[in-house]
């Protein structure tokens, strides 16, 4: 492989057209740009440049040579400032994160965008178990999910919570034990697990939720809704799953007395740094889902002063 030192050291001989002056330009002596020059030659096993008392003129190799290596030396310059840039707001941003975060967060980042079209956004949804993986294969540059992980490669770190919602239909008030009963579920993916930290920590009678009649089932966290808010069951999901649903006048959200939340974090691998575009986001992000929180803590707050008036 051709040493692109010695390549430097041709092309800026001929610029300049002396070896005194392309010394001076490159810091070397001249005996090291005739070194460069010989190696240059020797590798080649063509004579490039004719000297001419203090000056040379350039071989038909040498003209070739010329040409096609500031090509190769204007796209190393341009792969090394590629490789070695890390602006703010520029570049692809690889992020993944289970579906009720994801429609939190997604048009979050696409607002972000849009200020700055030069980031681009890669987002995926995934389960928590998906997301893991990815991050140590290094598929994606930061995740966010409900569980710390166990891998020793990646490192959770805790950024907010995520209230359980109980959605119903909209004609139901206080959902009572037996009006459960009734309704019947919309089945999804958590259902089981989500029910059982929510309705378990809400209804003694709770056991699992086989117990219910199914009355559907979907995988699409966007469109799990839909069935509920045509009155054939009820489920549990968490609130940003709920919030995101733009039919908010056809289902009932239920905020029982034993509130549940998931915790969520954002897991990278550790050994990896975060790049700025990375940060842009994932600042930004993580800076939203906390003054979400907030809210929810005054809100509950101000629901618990106003129970204490009225008793």
């Known amino acids: 492989m051709i040493n692109t030192k010695w390549l430097h050291t041709f092309c800026a001989l001929v610029d300049v057209g002396s070896f005194t002056q392309a010394a001076k330009q490159l810091y070397m002596t001249q005996s090291g740009v005739s070194q460069h020059i010989n190696k240059l030659e020797q590798y ?8 001419k008392g203090k000056g040379f003129t350039l071989t038909d190799s040498g003209e070739r040579l010329n040409l096609e290596a500031r090509v190769i030396l204007k796209d190393l310059q341009m792969l090394e400032s590629s490789v070695t840039s890390d602006h703010a707001f520029e570049g692809e941003v690889r992020i993944m994160s289970p579906g009720s975060i994801g429609l939190k967060l997604y048009p979050f980042f696409l ?43 990646v490192v959770s770190t805790e950024v907010g919570q995520e209230e359980l919602l109980l959605v119903t239909p909209k004609n139901v008030e206080k959902p009572t034990w037996s009006q459960l009963h009734d309704l019947g579920f919309i089945g999804h993916p958590d259902v089981a697990h989500y029910t059982g930290l929510l309705l378990g920590a809400n209804y003694p009678e709770f056991q699992h939720i086989d117990k219910f009649t199914k009355h559907g089932f979907s995988n699409q966290v966007s469109l799990l809704l839909e069935p509920v808010s045509l009155g054939l069951g009820f489920t549990v999901l968490p609130a940003h799953a709920v919030e995101s649903y733009p039919k908010q006048e056809l289902i009932k959200i239920h905020q029982l007395p034993n509130r549940i939340s998931e915790t969520i974090y954002v897991v990278e691998h550790r050994d990896k740094a975060r790049s700025k575009r990375a940060d842009t986001l994932l600042s930004a992000a993580i800076s939203m889902l906390q003054s979400c929180q907030r809210c929810q803590q005054l809100m509950q707050q101000h629901q618990v002063r106003t129970s204490a008036i009225t008793v």
């Open 44 to 51: 080649l096993g063509q004579p490039l440049i004719v000297r």
């Open 111 to 153: 607002n972000i965008q849009t200020q700055h079209p030069k980031l681009i956004v890669d987002y995926r949804f995934a389960p928590n178990y998906e997301i893991d993986r990815a991050v140590v294969e290094n598929k994606i540059d930061a995740g966010f999910i409900t569980q710390t992980s166990n891998l020793c490669d």
